[in-house]
């Protein structure tokens, strides 16, 4: 009968550079304890059952797949999120947006669009430290909204509304104090989607044309006529992107353009203010 001690030094082989930390995620998902338990009993054992689940997961790991994906879950704003291969895995650095959304000075009740919303992260987070926010998330792939309409339902019930939409299609003639998104960008040939967890994300929310720009141009393009006057749009991007997309927001208007970096210095979010004439 295997141990816990013995089933998280199986984990030692599992790729990237947390394999002990992933090894006690998959146990602990396995045998629904914390990870505290799991030092505090190294002796215990597991069924047969649970060495054999959790042997099938150790498999997929070190196949590549994601722990996300492996255990349905990932930690966004310190919320669980579900997540599935019709999503993104939501990654630390986007919480630099919602930090700088959460700073502006916006009414208690603005009305606030999430467009490409994935596991509905964003808004999430959004709805959860802002009670009067009117919310509104889109995604254009239906799988990804269902996904996003758990994650709400459990959340912050009644508090997001989810519209199927190809960016602003499904809006007609609406104007919000603030437009989030964190679309793709990502190179059509960067050598990352080779890498790493990416392999198994969905391409879709992934890239954008050659240089990565072409859903950031668009966003910058149609925004303002979805903005009230004093509104603001803010844009996750690589973190070569930055002046980038501040051309492309200057460009269409946008005044106190700005960029964000997230917690390791890399430039990662840019926005811009709508001024309408």
């Known amino acids: ?13 599992l790729p990237g550079d947390s394999a002990r930390r992933d090894a006690e995620i998959l146990l602990t998902h396995v045998l629904g304890k914390p990870r505290s338990w799991l030092y505090a009993w190294p002796d215990a054992q597991l069924t047969p059952a649970q060495a054999a689940r959790y042997a099938a997961l150790l498999a997929r790991r070190r196949a590549g797949e994601p722990v996300a994906y492996l255990i349905g879950e990932r930690e966004f704003w310190s ?39 994935g596991t509905g992260a964003i808004a999430i987070a959004l709805a959860v430290e802002r009670a009067g926010w ?6 254009c792939c239906s799988a990804a909204l269902a996904v996003a309409e758990d994650n709400i339902a459990r959340l912050c ?8 939409s190809d960016w602003f299609a499904a809006l007609q003639g609406t104007r919000h104090a603030l437009i989030v998104s964190n679309p793709p960008y990502v190179e059509s040939n960067s050598p990352w989607l080779a890498q790493g967890d990416v392999r198994f994300e969905p391409v879709g929310a992934l890239v954008a044309g050659e240089q990565g720009l072409d859903d950031l141009a668009q966003l910058c393009l149609a925004a303002p006529a979805h903005l009230l006057a ?37 430039e990662r979010v840019t926005g811009g203010c709508w001024h309408a004439d």
């Open 157 to 164: 019930p009644g508090r997001v509304r989810c519209l199927q």
């Open 1 to 13: 009968m295997l141990t816990v001690d013995a089933c998280l030094r199986a984990g030692n082989d």
């Open 134 to 139: 009117q919310l509104t998330a889109l995604d």
């Open 79 to 117: 919320l669980p999120l579900r997540v599935t291969d019709a999503t993104l895995i939501p990654r630390p650095e986007t919480e630099t947006l919602v930090e700088w959304a959460l700073s502006l000075p916006l009414p208690h009740d603005a009305s606030v669009l999430d467009l490409g919303t």
């Open 230 to 266: 004093g509104g603001w749009l803010l844009l996750e991007h690589g973190h070569q992107q930055g002046a980038a997309v501040r051309q492309l927001l200057r460009e269409s208007g946008f005044e106190s353009v700005a960029t964000r970096c997230d917690l390791a210095g890399r």
